[in-house]
């Protein structure tokens, strides 16, 4: 069912996906939340088939029980995180969000909080470097000899090697003592730099 001011549209769900893509011609943002499980695979691909510009967020749900006490894997907050990112802070036309009715009545972080959530990295900024490596102690980035995957933040000397779950490549920062003398993308695979950025941001 979509739900359009007081009236109630019923869409085959064979054409939900012409629906969704002609929904985000007339609205700059679409949230999907279906009734039923299902997989988004398909979804997206019928999606892409039909407006390949279009951004497709998905927004998965706590892969551990609420209840347990067991924690949501490094990878599954990640994915969350990038997420509830891009739909408050990428302004892209075409996008649509992804999730499922579970994802949407589990309580998440409020907007606010999130917008206050972030810091922007760039050389020769105020940014200390304690500052720094409190936010990401406080954001529960895991401390680890070398950086393979997002969540993660290595330090050695005045080296430090941050993963954002909301970048693709993780950063390294070279501080002159207490100043950002230089911010460089590396790869996880061989640990070497490879480009030269001039910002880079940390979130939650």
């Known amino acids: 069912k979509f739900f359009n001011d007081s009236n109630i549209i019923h869409v085959d ?6 629906y969704l893509a002609e929904l985000t011609s007339k609205f700059k943002k679409v949230a999907y939340f279906p009734t039923k499980n299902y997989t988004h695979s398909s979804l997206k691909k019928n999606l892409l088939r039909l407006k390949p510009d279009m951004q497709i967020i998905e927004f998965p ?15 599954n907050k990640t994915q969350r995180i990038s997420a509830l990112y891009k739909l408050i802070f990428l302004d892209n036309k075409n996008t649509i969000f992804l999730g499922s009715m579970k994802s ?13 959530s972030r810091i922007r990295i760039t050389p020769k900024s105020k940014l200390k470097y304690d500052e720094i490596n409190n936010f990401l102690n406080e954001a529960g980035y895991e401390k680890v000899d070398f950086v393979n995957n997002t969540g993660e933040y290595a330090i050695r000397g005045e080296i430090m090697d ?8 993780p950063v390294r920062i070279l501080f002159d003592f207490d100043t950002i003398e230089n911010l460089n993308y590396f790869s996880v695979e061989n640990q070497l730099s490879f480009e ?9």
């Open 13 to 18: 769900i064979s054409s939900i996906s012409i």
């Open 61 to 75: 749900d706590f892969d551990c029980n609420f209840f347990s006490n067991l924690s949501p894997t490094t990878k």
């Open 196 to 204: 030269k950025v001039n910002g880079y941001n940390l979130f939650l």
């Open 104 to 116: 949407l009545v589990t309580k998440t972080i409020p907007n606010i909080n999130l917008e206050k």
């Open 162 to 169: 941050i993963f954002s779950p909301i970048h693709n490549f």
